[in-house]
């Protein structure tokens, strides 16, 4: 889905589509003789801000007057050091954040005469950057919908206006996951409008994605709105994106602190996230981190959204088809990671071996991180920059997402929800 049409300019339909949600107006993607409409930029929340910023996601209202649904919505604010990857054309704004967008197919087909089939595409990210908008919509139009598929795309909170977590019960975080789940809520609702079938949902998403993907499977309040998950390069194995509620409110304290927080109670340091511009949740590259990760707003095991442990949530769960996919070089984006700051390559697997498997983690760390290196550098020319750089890319392949797949498949299958 990417843009290799991206050269094309939609028409806007100045029809009024008197959709489930209300009056609606939409673009016009032009395929031969194919048609698919596309509606950008649809609040399903109300604005997460003020008494909502730190809180689940409340509904949007139906409209009576007609909507322009021409133009992709605002990305959620961005945070972490990866912020600066966003492009210089996108917009933010916290307060319109909370769109979807819809690409329907204008036909109908004989093979599914209850509604086309649904997929619902969660962007990642890292669960500190990224945005619905990332796909150009007039490529995105010319692939997937093509095959008699509507497709959803979602914008959810990132960084702390979606992860924020005091480790109790005044702010237990996770908000960008009910994000995703009050969007599914939407498509159980309305998609029947846009011509799909909303018990034929099949949820997808790539990296972070993937990870929210796996883990609308496991909660009880949103593994009831799909019927299939297809996770991409990330699952709820990936340790580096899922902490025990301690340790992500330690994570939050440590960034606040850093940036001059010295209360030491939960209240005061909600109050503190309260009153900070976006831009100061982007300055997470000079903190001094003392745990492990490189993330640092993410997803946390708050007994809310996750109400019990993964292990029984996953028996407990629907019996959901799953397809759970890596790419052969998933370490290699990695290379951008804060900790990969050498130009030794040796040095930088062995601080990747050290993060990963510290005392925090494992028993004898310095034992386990021995015989990892020795097992990545067993007949490699450890001289050679470029032959250890590729047992890196393998290392932070199969830490990050290659064994966390595998476990998830096996986990499924154990469950007899894997294909």
Same mark, same amino acid.
């Given at each position: 889905m990417g843009g290799f049409l991206s050269h094309l300019k939609p028409e806007n339909n100045k029809e009024v589509?008197?959709?489930?949600?209300?009056?609606?107006?939409?673009?016009?993607?032009?395929?031969?003789t194919k048609i698919v409409d596309g509606y950008l930029g649809i609040p399903y929340a109300k604005p997460p801000v003020g008494e909502l910023r730190f809180k689940k996601p409340v509904a949007a209202e139906k409209w009576t007057e007609p909507l322009d649904c021409y133009e992709y919505g605002p990305g959620c604010p961005q945070s972490g050091i990866f912020s600066v990857m966003c492009h210089d054309w996108m917009t933010f704004d916290e307060s319109k954040c909370l769109?979807?967008?819809?690409?329907?197919?204008?036909?109908?087909?004989?093979?599914?005469?209850?509604?086309?089939?649904?997929?619902?595409?969660?962007?990642?990210?890292g669960f500190e950057i990224g945005y619905s908008s990332y796909f150009n919509d007039y490529s995105l139009s010319g692939t997937i919908p093509l095959r008699d598929i509507v497709v959803v795309t979602v914008n959810y909170r990132l960084g702390p206006f979606g992860?924020?977590?005091?480790?109790?019960?005044?702010?237990k975080g996770n908000y960008g996951l009910w994000d995703q789940t009050l969007a599914l809520k939407w498509v159980q609702e309305h998609i029947a409008?846009?011509?799909?079938?909303?018990?034929?949902? /099949? @949820?997808?998403?790539?990296?972070?994605? *993937?990870?929210?993907?796996?883990? $609308?499977?496991?909660? #009880?309040? +949103?593994? &009831?709105?799909?019927?299939?998950?297809?996770?991409?390069?990330?699952?709820?194995n990936c340790t580096f994106a899922f902490r025990t509620n301690r340790d992500e409110s330690h994570v939050f304290e440590v960034f606040a602190k850093h940036h001059g927080y010295t209360g030491t109670d939960s209240q005061s340091l909600l109050d503190w996230y309260q009153a900070q511009d976006v831009e100061v949740f982007k300055k997470t590259g000079e903190v001094e981190r003392d745990f492990s990760g490189f993330l640092f707003f993410v997803p946390n095991f708050d007994g809310d959204f996750f109400p019990k442990p993964i292990e029984q949530l996953r028996k407990e769960a629907p019996k959901l088809?799953?397809?759970? /996919? @890596?790419?052969?070089?998933?370490?290699? *984006?990695?290379?951008?990671?804060? $900790?990969?700051?050498? #130009?030794? +390559?040796? &040095?930088?697997?062995?601080?990747?071996?050290?993060?990963?498997?510290?005392?925090?983690?494992?028993?004898?760390c310095e034992e386990v991180q021995r015989k990892l290196l020795e097992a990545y550098t067993r007949d490699v020319n450890v001289?050679?920059?470029?032959?250890?750089?590729?047992?890196?890319?393998?290392?932070?392949?199969?830490?990050?997402?290659?064994?966390?797949?595998?476990?998830?498949?096996?986990s499924c299958k154990m469950e007899l929800k894997f294909i």
């Open positions: 589509y008197h959709a489930s949600c209300g009056p609606i107006r939409g673009n016009i993607y032009k395929h031969d769109t979807l967008n819809v690409f329907a197919p204008r036909w109908k087909s004989n093979e599914f005469p209850n509604g086309l089939p649904v997929l619902f595409y969660i962007h990642g990210g992860f924020l977590t005091t480790g109790d019960d005044l702010v409008s846009f011509g799909g079938d909303p018990n034929n949902v /099949t @949820v997808s998403g790539e990296s972070a994605g *993937g990870i929210s993907v796996d883990m $609308l499977a496991l909660s #009880p309040h +949103s593994n &009831k709105l799909f019927h299939r998950f297809y996770a991409m390069s990330g699952t709820s088809d799953a397809l759970i /996919t @890596v790419a052969e070089y998933e370490g290699l *984006g990695m290379m951008m990671n804060p $900790l990969c700051k050498y #130009p030794d +390559s040796l &040095k930088n697997l062995k601080s990747f071996i050290s993060d990963a498997f510290g005392p925090k983690v494992t028993n004898n001289d050679s920059q470029q032959d250890v750089a590729k047992k890196l890319v393998e290392f932070l392949g199969d830490y990050m997402f290659n064994s966390c797949a595998l476990n998830t498949a096996k």
